[in-house]
């Protein structure tokens, strides 16, 4: 399996990326697909972003980010994305994709991860 993240970069705050995660070996409408973030420093530990369902597409998002990123997928291209909006230098992170293969289940499957650095 394996869940190549791309489209971080560079953006100064108010700004927007799409992020973009490709499956192979794995059908992303088959499992839960999420986004998480790990900030840089000491300490710091991956966080939950957003999550869409496999079921119904459902989508769930941390209090940060809502209303402001939304992760969609396209089944046709086996592809996850987060778009984000009004971005602020706190979204600085690398980004990761994963996968789970239902709610019971924990999120099992990582992709390599994608920087997005926000300039105030």
């Known amino acids: 399996v394996q869940l190549q993240a791309s489209g971080g970069g560079l953006v100064q705050a108010g700004g927007s990326l799409r992020l973009s995660c490709a499956a192979s070996?794995?059908?992303?409408?088959?499992?839960?697909m999420g986004w998480f973030r790990q900030r840089q420093g000491p300490g710091m530990e991956r966080a939950f972003v957003?999550?869409?369902?496999?079921?119904?597409?459902?989508?769930d998002y941390d209090d940060s980010v809502e209303g402001r990123f939304t992760i969609s997928r396209d089944n046709a291209k086996n592809t996850v994305y987060l778009q984000m909006s009004r971005l602020q230098p706190e979204d600085t992170a690398v980004y990761f994709c994963?996968?789970?293969?239902?709610?019971?289940?924990?999120?099992?499957?990582w992709g390599q991860g994608t920087l997005v650095t926000v300039s105030s």
């Open positions: 994963a996968a789970r293969e239902g709610r019971s289940a924990s999120f099992g499957y």
């Open positions: 070996e794995l059908t992303v409408s088959k499992y839960d």
């Open positions: 957003a999550r869409i369902t496999k079921d119904f597409g459902t989508t």
